[in-house]
């Protein structure tokens, strides 16, 4: 083949003209590809704000429910909630309650919603445990707390059940615990919910990203870490496609990569090895907030930032983001 090159081939002849670059463009997302994650507390005429997160807030249902019609309007595609109990214990009960936070945030969103955005629900139990651990907690062989994971697995479905009892369109478990997938599947079912997806955490490393969301959902460990069962970011990459294949095999209809942009490297690896299956990805507080505090202080353009980050994570090959600038993104458009 012949190497034809400058001046017969001028690659800016794609750049020129804005409309012209608009049209070869590949990569792009929409509204409707996002996820707008929500807190929700006890209490009434709650809007409490979240030092870390700027613009971001703990919010009552009375609020809550403002957000939800907001969403409706701005064309997201739909919500991922995360409960805040008045009251904790050693095993997350409020998250097993059908008149919990979370059951009564569901159904207050989809009476809102009427099938005009997916309503999500968080799947563990740190926001609920007095711990702030994903699940039961036991001594392990070392002598330290770890979260005993087959006594977990039963909590999960208990915690399903009462979440699809309330209408949710998804479930997101979200804890890393071995198995979750298929004994959630399998409880779902059993139940008569088989409609309902599972979007799996396939891929949750041991953050530190994550330093903020815990502010906002009250879960930050009272003791030891969470790395016994979140993915060690230094681990092998093809540890994490391990991880999504086993989900995969359990019954996961999403999977998700968390962080964004840290990982996009096993973004693209997952869809390059599972093309076929759609990939999410959760733009995570701790990007948030680093993007947030450099906005303010006027060293970067916000807007600009967050569209060029979120292109990346469509790039690597993200079909589902999740991210706090859903609603920011949707007003650009």
């Keep these: 083949m012949t190497n034809i090159s400058f001046p017969t081939t001028r690659m800016r002849r794609l750049r020129y003209n804005p409309v012209l ?8 997302f929409s509204p409707d590809r996002l996820i707008l994650p929500l807190f929700v507390r006890t209490g009434v005429g709650i809007r409490q704000p979240i030092p870390s997160m700027p613009d971001q807030f703990q919010l009552s249902l009375d609020e809550f429910v403002k957000e939800v019609e907001e969403a409706v309007s701005l064309g997201l595609g739909g919500l991922i909630l995360f409960g805040i109990p008045e009251k904790k214990d050693a095993i997350g009960s409020d998250a097993m309650n059908d008149n919990g936070i979370i059951a009564q945030a569901v159904r207050a969103a989809k009476s809102i919603a009427k099938g005009r955005l997916l309503i999500i629900s968080d799947v563990c139990f740190c926001e609920y445990t007095e711990h702030g651990h994903c699940g039961v907690l036991c001594e392990n062989s070392y002598g330290q707390q770890d979260v005993d994971n087959d006594a977990t697995l039963e909590n999960l479905v208990r915690q399903v059940i009462v979440q699809a009892r309330a209408g949710v369109d998804m479930v997101a478990p979200s804890g890393m615990i071995d198995g979750m997938v298929g004994r959630i599947r399998h409880g779902l079912d059993a139940e008569g919910f088989n409609h309902i997806p599972i979007m ?3 891929v949750k490393y041991a953050s530190a990203f994550y330093g903020p969301f815990r502010e906002a959902a009250e879960s930050s460990p009272k003791a030891g870490n969470r790395r016994s069962y979140q993915m060690d970011p230094a681990a092998s990459a093809y ?11 359990e019954g996961a209809d999403i999977i998700m990569i968390k962080p964004a942009l840290a990982y996009l490297d096993i973004i693209k690896l997952a869809k390059e090895h ?3 299956i759609p990939i999410a990805t959760y733009n995570v507080s701790g990007e948030y907030s680093m993007i947030k505090a450099a906005a303010e202080k006027g060293w970067l353009d916000e807007n600009a930032i967050v569209w060029e980050s979120l292109t990346a994570m469509s790039r690597a090959g993200a079909s589902i983001i999740l991210t706090y600038w859903a609603k920011n993104i949707a007003k650009l458009f």
């Design 21 to 28: 670059r608009n049209l070869v463009r590949e990569n792009f």
């Design 200 to 202: 799996s955490y396939s």
């Design 239 to 249: 540890q994490a496609l391990r991880e999504i294949q086993l989900d995969i095999n």
């Design 274 to 276: 599972f093309n076929g």
